[in-house]
């Protein structure tokens, strides 16, 4: 059996008196496609943080790709809700960027990033600033300078939701195409039930605070999901299941926060 791609073992995590993660036990394989599900402040990007160094756990330890995750770690690429691009590089060099710091050479590095702006949908715009662009199209350039660096592992924590319904839907299917075409292993954060079963191969969903891994639920939807997929009965069963305790640990994160 091999490796997992990320381990996650024992971790907890205190700010000061605060406890936001406690004990939180998970393996991903190479090549899955977890959501994180969970009330508002179960610690799910406080997770993501740990897992890519940003921060430290308080106690346990991270593996990713077989090593121990001690500070920022250039095997894991993050994609923000806010698209922090550079606003005085153009498209092609904010997704060089990366590679540029890497020591590489002008000629290599736009090779490649020419080919993750094209995979994102993006050719064309190779010469366009930041604010030239509008909110879904400047996510596509963070996910393309994630891809860029060729990471083991790519974190998202809610990368769409500023965005309008459309667009999301857009972007939602960019990102199974381009996952499928990567291979990459993913870890994505959403509150989104329907955007979960969309996009997982596997999804977690946290408890109210302090965040701990309560359910893990494998999505045997069949791609391409399609409306009629998001119309079976699989879909719906799955849906309930996960809105149930979801709203159970939604509950108790409010009562908590009355006591």
Request: proline share 4%.
């Amino acid at each position: 059996m091999s490796e997992p791609m990320i381990s996650i073992q024992g971790v907890s995590k205190f700010f000061g008196d605060f406890e936001a993660l406690k004990r939180v036990d998970l393996e991903v394989a190479q090549g899955e496609f977890v959501v994180l599900l969970g009330a508002s402040g179960c610690g799910k990007s406080t997770l993501l943080n740990l897992v890519t160094g940003f921060d430290k756990p308080t106690s346990g330890r991270i593996v990713v790709n077989g090593r121990e995750v001690n500070s920022v770690d250039p095997h894991c690429g993050m994609v923000f809700q806010q698209y922090a691009l550079v606003p005085g590089l153009t498209v092609l060099d904010n997704v060089a960027f990366g590679l540029k710091m890497k020591g590489m050479g002008r000629a290599e590095r736009n090779d490649i990033a020419h080919r993750f702006i094209d995979m994102v949908g993006l050719k064309g715009f190779e010469n366009k600033y930041p604010n030239a662009l509008s909110g879904g199209m400047r996510q596509r350039v963070s996910i393309a300078r994630v891809l860029a660096n060729d990471p083991d592992v790519i974190l998202l924590d809610e990368p769409f939701a500023a965005l309008d319904a459309m667009t999301r839907q857009v972007l939602q299917d960019e990102l199974l195409r381009i996952y499928e075409q990567s291979g990459k292993t993913i870890v994505f954060i959403t509150h989104s039930i329907d955007e979960a079963l969309l996009l997982s191969t596997r999804m977690l969903i946290m408890s109210a605070r302090p965040g701990r891994i309560v359910t893990d639920i494998r999505n045997d939807l069949p791609m391409p999901r399609n409306a009629d997929v998001q119309l079976s009965p699989r879909y719906n069963e799955l849906k309930s299941q996960i809105w149930e305790t979801v709203q159970a640990e939604v509950m108790r994160s409010l009562e908590a926060t009355t006591r």
